[in-house]
């Protein structure tokens, strides 16, 4: 709905728009949706397989909702969900995208590979939900992190370089402008001479490059290097579980989190490795739940209840 990619829109035989009209169109689709979410009363649906009573027509009223962008009579063909309607999620880190996040969304998917990062970005989306009278705790902040889970970082580096290798050679281009050093694509196997790693310098443009330039200077191969995630797009874990339960911790308790998104190298294993290796450490430490205390993905995150369009911000 708010994409920028050119390839996006001509999906649908158009050019991208304007950012005003993007967004202008996003913040009147939601509204639109929510109504739609609730054209059906909360009593509405009877079910009733012994009368054969489907539902009370009468609670079932249209929106009749016409804006600039978007419009329907409604009603919604559907009868709602348990949680009434369902969590919004968005993605994006402009100053329309924190208003829009500010104004709908429950939680935010975000990409940071800095604590500060991580924090100023919370911080933002919290701010715009207060300039719209919601409590900022309702907007949960969600970064992303990748994870290669072994028992050691060799064997780790080992799997991560079996499944990514293909890619290699295109990267070494970005990772030498990251470093800004020449970098050979036939010496794959070979750490970065001293004399080259003194000239190193982590680009300004790309946040990721001090972390790339670090892990270099630790004498790792160039494939190793690589196999670290230092171009990956979100921050990269390749190691046993605790590794992976410091860092989410200390982002935790930095204010620069409210939870994760987990992006493991191959699902089919990789969630498993997670769940076996990461969780119990997180559990430990009081920072996972031993159980789930609700039934629906609004009492998980602890948003608030709505029905409809919220009342504060219409």
């Given at each position: 709905?708010?994409?920028?990619g050119?390839?996006?829109?001509?999906n649908?035989?158009?050019?991208?728009?304007s950012?005003e009209d993007?967004?202008?169109?996003?913040?009147?689709?939601i509204?639109?949706?929510?109504?739609?979410?609730?054209s059906?009363?909360?009593?509405?649906?009877v079910?009733?397989?012994?009368t054969?009573?489907?539902?009370?027509?009468?609670?079932?009223?249209?929106?009749?909702?016409?804006g600039?962008?978007?419009?329907?009579?409604?009603?919604?063909?559907i009868?709602?969900s348990?949680?009434?309607?369902?969590?919004i999620?968005?993605?994006?880190?402009?100053?329309?995208?924190?208003?829009?996040?500010?104004?709908?969304?429950?939680?935010?998917?975000?990409?940071a590979?800095?604590?500060g990062?991580a924090?100023?970005?919370r911080?933002?989306?919290?701010?715009?939900?207060?300039?719209?009278?919601?409590?900022?705790?309702?907007?949960?902040?969600?970064p992303?992190?990748?994870?290669?889970?072994?028992?050691?970082?060799?064997?780790?580096?080992?799997?991560?370089?079996?499944l990514?290798?293909?890619?290699?050679?295109?990267?070494?281009?970005?990772?030498q402008?990251?470093?800004?050093?020449?970098?050979?694509?036939?010496?794959?196997?070979?750490?970065?001479?001293?004399?080259?790693?003194?000239?190193?310098?982590?680009?300004?443009?790309?946040?990721?490059?001090?972390?790339?330039?670090?892990?270099?200077?630790?004498?790792?191969?160039?494939?190793?290097i690589?196999?670290?995630?230092v171009?990956?797009?979100?921050?990269v874990?390749?190691g046993?579980?605790?590794?992976?339960a410091?860092h989410?911790?200390?982002?935790?308790?930095?204010?620069?989190?409210?939870?994760?998104?987990?992006?493991?190298?191959?699902?089919?294993?990789g969630?498993?490795?997670?769940?076996?290796?990461?969780?119990?450490i997180?559990?430990?430490r009081?920072?996972?739940?031993?159980?789930?205390?609700?039934?629906?993905?609004?009492?998980?995150?602890?948003a608030?209840?709505?029905?409809?369009?919220?009342?504060?911000?219409?």
């Amino acid at each position: 709905m708010t994409s920028s990619g050119d390839d996006v829109a001509a999906n649908y035989g158009s050019k991208i728009p304007s950012s005003e009209d993007r967004y202008g169109r996003a913040h009147e689709a939601i509204q639109l949706i929510q109504a739609l979410w609730c054209s059906w009363g909360k009593d509405a649906w009877v079910h009733n397989q012994q009368t054969g009573q489907f539902a009370k027509k009468d609670k079932i009223l249209p929106v009749n909702l016409q804006g600039k962008y978007v419009g329907s009579r409604g009603p919604l063909y559907i009868p709602p969900s348990e949680q009434g309607q369902p969590i919004i999620f968005h993605a994006g880190g402009s100053p329309n995208a924190h208003e829009l996040a500010g104004r709908f969304a429950n939680a935010v998917i975000g990409a940071a590979f800095t604590i500060g990062d991580a924090r100023a970005q919370r911080n933002a989306f919290r701010e715009a939900a207060k300039r719209y009278g919601r409590d900022p705790d309702e907007i949960k902040y969600i970064p992303g992190l990748m994870t290669t889970i072994a028992e050691d970082r060799r064997t780790a580096l080992d799997r991560r370089i079996q499944l990514t290798q293909h890619t290699f050679r295109q990267r070494i281009s970005y990772l030498q402008q990251m470093l800004g050093i020449p970098l050979d694509a036939a010496k794959l196997d070979q750490p970065l001479s001293k004399e080259l790693l003194a000239d190193g310098r982590p680009s300004r443009y790309d946040p990721r490059s001090p972390h790339a330039l670090k892990i270099a200077k630790e004498g790792w191969s160039l494939k190793d290097i690589l196999a670290h995630g230092v171009i990956d797009y979100h921050p990269v874990i390749v190691g046993p579980g605790i590794e992976a339960a410091d860092h989410m911790h200390a982002w935790f308790e930095a204010g620069a989190a409210d939870g994760f998104w987990i992006s493991p190298d191959v699902h089919a294993d990789g969630i498993d490795a997670f769940v076996d290796e990461v969780v119990p450490i997180l559990q430990e430490r009081g920072l996972f739940h031993q159980d789930y205390e609700g039934k629906t993905l609004r009492k998980h995150l602890g948003a608030p209840e709505q029905y409809g369009i919220d009342a504060r911000i219409s």
